[in-house]
C-alpha cells in the first residue's frame, strides 16, 4: 500500500509523454526482463533520466501523460525508478488506469504551479499536494471510488487476491 | 431519457440502467492479449492465483507484433504463449495470420457486445457495434480469469457524417482531419459514436480504419451503429446470425455534436511528432521520403492495397523510396494474390512483408535510421515509434503513400487520378 502522504521533488515534463517516450517499443523484446527494461525508462524523452532520478521523486507533468499504447510496461518501469507519483494536467485513460492498477498514484491537478526540483508533499487521503518551495496548496481531482480502493491496496493484483471480485 | 451507443451496450452488459458517469461491473464477451502485452498478462494471471480462463473459446492469443519472432527473447515470450494456450485450451493466432484487430473484425466481433483487449487499438472492433477497449495486462488478466471488467459509462461525442468522399479522400483523412479537430486528449475517457446521414455509404473497412483510431483523439471507443452494412459484413463472413441491429435512441443525450461534411474534405496528414499535429497534404507535399509503409490495423485491408495497387500499376517506385507493404490478415493476402494487387505492388517495387503489425511499432521489417523519412498509413507518428527516436513518421492514406511512393516525396494523390 502507498503510504498515505509522499514527500519529494518535482521532475518537471512538457505535454503529451507518450509511452514510446517512456519506454520505446523499440526495447519490447525486454518486457519479459524488467530490471533490463527499466534502464531504459524516459531514455528518448529525457536522456539520462534513470540514473537522475532518486526514490520517491515525482513525475509533473503537462497535458495528456502517457498517450499512446496499452503497455502497461510504462508505469511498471516509472515504479521500478523509484518515482512515487505522477501529477499531470490530464492523463490519458489506459495510463491512467494501468498506472494505478500497479499501484502508482496519478493526481491530476494544475501542474503549471510547480517548478522544477520543487519540494512536494501529496496527501492521498485529503488529495492535495503542498508545495513546499512556493507554499501553494494544490488540490487535485477524484478518482472513482474503486480507483481508491485498488490504489490503497497497492494495485489491481493485491485488491484481485484479495477480493476474488469487483466491489463497488 | 433515451440512451447512447455506448450507454445502450454498457446498460445491457451490466444489467444496469447505466449512464455516463456512472461506475458498472459488466461482462466481457471477449478478451484477448498479443504478444507484447501477453507475457505479463499471464504473469498477472497466475500472481493473482487464478488457474483457469472463465470463457476459453472466448479468450484469444495473437502472435502478430513481433512475429516472425525477430529475437530470441520474443522467440521465448512466444513460447509462454503458445504453453499457455495449450495450458488453458484458448485460441492462439500465429505468425503469418495476421493482425489481432483484423482478426477480431474478420472472426469474432458482433454488435452489442463487450470486447477487451491487451492492446490500445482494440477500439477498431467498434466499427461493428462493439463496445471495444484497450486495457493493460493486469486488467485483462482479470478479464480472462472473471469474464467482467469495471468501467466508467463514457459521455459520448456525436460526430455527424454528411455528403460523400470526394475523388482521393478517403476514411483515414477523414480521422485524421477530426483528430485534429478534437486534439490528441480532447476526447480523454469520452465515446466517439459515428452517426449521420453518410453512414449507408461508409463500407466496414473504412469504418475499421476509422473506429480504430478514436483512441488518437484519447477516445474509450469508436462506436458505429449495426446496420445493414454491419449484416453484409458478418453474413459475408460466415456469422451473419449474430447480427442484431443497434442504433443510439433518438433523444440520446451528446456531450457534444461535432458535424462533417465529408464533401469538404481533402487528403490529410500528420505530421511529426504527434497525431494530432494534421495538415491538409496540399500544404506539405515535397518532403522527400526514404520510406513508405502501407499497411496496419488502421489501413492494411483489401480496399487499400486496392487503392494502392491501382495507383502503383505500371509504375515504380522512386528509387529513394522503399516500399514495403503489409496485409493485414491471411484473409487480406490471399484475395490481394487473387485480384492481382500484390503483382501489381510486387512489380512496381514493393516488399511484402508477412500478415501482421509489421514495421508499424519499430520492432523489426522497416526500422527507419538516423534522420530518415517515413510516410506510414499506421494510426501513430510519437517520437521512436518505428524504432529510431530521430527519425521522421507522417501519416497518410494508402493512396497519398502509393503517390508518394512513385514521386519520392510527399505527394497528394489526386496528381495519379
Not at chain 2, 492462439?92 to 463487450?114: M, R, S, T, W
Request: glycine share 10%.
Amino acid at each position: 500500500m502507498p503510504d498515505l502522504v509522499l514527500k519529494g521533488k518535482a521532475i518537471k515534463l512538457g505535454d503529451n509523454i507518450s509511452t514510446d517516450d517512456i519506454i520505446p517499443g523499440r526495447f519490447a523484446h525486454l518486457r519479459s526482463n524488467l530490471p533490463e527494461l527499466a534502464k531504459h525508462v524516459m531514455e528518448d524523452a529525457t536522456p539520462g533520466f534513470a540514473s537522475k532520478v532518486k526514490s520517491g521523486d515525482f513525475l509533473v507533468a503537462g497535458k495528456n501523460f502517457g498517450l499512446g499504447s496499452s503497455r502497461e510496461h510504462a508505469p511498471v518501469v516509472i515504479k521500478m525508478s523509484g518515482v512515487g507519483a505522477i501529477l499531470a494536467k490530464s492523463a490519458a485513460r489506459i495510463f491512467f488506469r494501468n498506472a494505478i492498477n500497479q499501484g502508482l498514484p496519478v493526481l491530476l491537478c494544475d501542474t503549471d504551479k510547480i517548478g522544477d526540483g520543487d519540494e512536494l508533499e501529496i496527501n492521498l487521503k485529503g488529495g492535495t499536494i503542498a508545495n513546499l518551495t512556493s507554499g501553494i496548496t494544490l488540490s487535485c481531482s477524484r478518482m472513482p471510488p474503486i480507483m481508491s480502493v485498488i490504489l490503497k491496496e497497492g494495485g489491481l493484483i493485491p485488491y484481485i487476491q484479495k477480493r476474488r471480485d469487483f466491489k463497488l | 431519457m433515451g440512451k447512447t451507443l455506448a450507454e445502450k451496450i454498457l446498460s445491457l452488459k451490466s444489467h444496469s440502467e447505466a449512464k455516463a458517469g456512472d461506475v458498472v461491473v459488466a461482462v466481457v464477451d471477449l478478451a484477448f492479449v498479443q504478444d507484447t502485452t501477453g507475457p505479463l498478462t499471464i504473469r498477472q494471471f497466475k500472481e493473482s492465483g487464478f488457474e483457469a480462463l472463465a470463457k476459453p473459446q472466448q479468450t484469444i492469443i495473437f502472435l502478430d507484433h513481433a512475429a516472425p519472432s525477430p529475437a530470441q527473447q520474443f522467440s521465448n515470450d512466444h513460447i509462454l504463449l503458445r504453453r499457455f494456450a495449450e495450458e488453458m485450451g484458448c485460441c492462439i493466432y500465429e505468425v503469418g495470420d495476421g493482425i489481432c484487430h483484423q482478426l477480431v473484425a474478420e472472426k469474432f466481433a458482433n454488435p452489442g457486445e463487450i470486447i477487451v483487449g491487451a492492446d490500445s487499438h482494440t477500439v477498431t472492433a467498434g466499427a461493428l457495434g462493439a463496445f471495444a477497449t484497450g486495457m493493460g495486462s493486469s486488467d485483462i488478466a482479470v478479464a480472462l480469469a472473471l469474464g467482467k471488467t469495471w468501467f466508467r459509462v463514457p459521455e459520448s461525442f456525436l460526430i455527424d457524417l454528411n455528403g460523400v468522399f470526394p475523388r482521393g479522400v478517403y476514411a483515414k483523412d477523414l480521422i485524421l482531419y477530426l483528430i485534429g479537430q478534437i486534439g490528441a486528449d480532447g476526447a480523454n475517457y469520452k465515446a466517439l459514436e459515428f452517426g449521420g446521414k453518410a453512414l449507408a455509404k461508409i463500407t466496414m473497412s473504412q469504418r475499421l480504419t476509422i473506429a480504430n483510431m478514436a483512441v488518437e483523439a484519447g477516445a474509450k471507443v469508436g462506436l458505429f451503429p449495426g446496420d445493414k452494412i454491419t449484416q453484409d459484413f458478418l453474413i459475408e463472413h460466415g456469422r451473419g446470425g449474430n447480427y442484431k441491429p443497434l442504433y443510439p435512441d433518438a433523444e440520446a443525450n451528446y456531450e457534444r455534436v461535432i458535424p462533417v461534411n465529408l464533401d469538404q474534405l481533402e487528403p490529410m496528414l500528420s505530421l511529426p511528432h504527434t497525431v494530432d499535429n494534421v495538415r491538409p497534404v496540399t500544404r506539405v507535399k515535397g518532403v522527400k521520403i526514404q520510406q513508405a509503409f502501407i499497411g496496419t490495423c488502421t489501413n492494411g485491408r483489401l480496399e487499400d492495397l486496392a487503392v494502392a495497387a491501382e495507383i502503383l500499376k505500371g509504375k515504380k517506385r522512386h528509387p529513394g523510396t522503399r516500399l514495403l507493404i503489409a496485409p493485414a490478415s491471411r484473409q487480406v493476402l490471399i484475395r490481394a494474390i487473387e485480384k492481382g494487387y500484390i503483382r501489381s505492388l510486387v512489380e512496381a517495387g514493393a516488399a511484402i512483408l508477412p500478415p501482421g503489425c509489421a514495421a508499424c511499432l519499430g520492432l523489426h521489417q522497416g526500422v527507419l535510421g538516423d534522420g530518415e523519412v517515413c510516410l506510414s498509413t499506421a494510426n501513430r507518428n510519437f517520437k521512436g515509434r518505428m524504432g529510431n527516436a530521430e527519425a521522421m513518421i507522417y501519416l497518410a492514406s494508402p493512396a497519398t503513400a502509393a503517390a508518394s511512393a512513385i514521386k519520392g516525396e510527399i505527394t497528394d494523390p489526386r496528381e495519379f487520378m
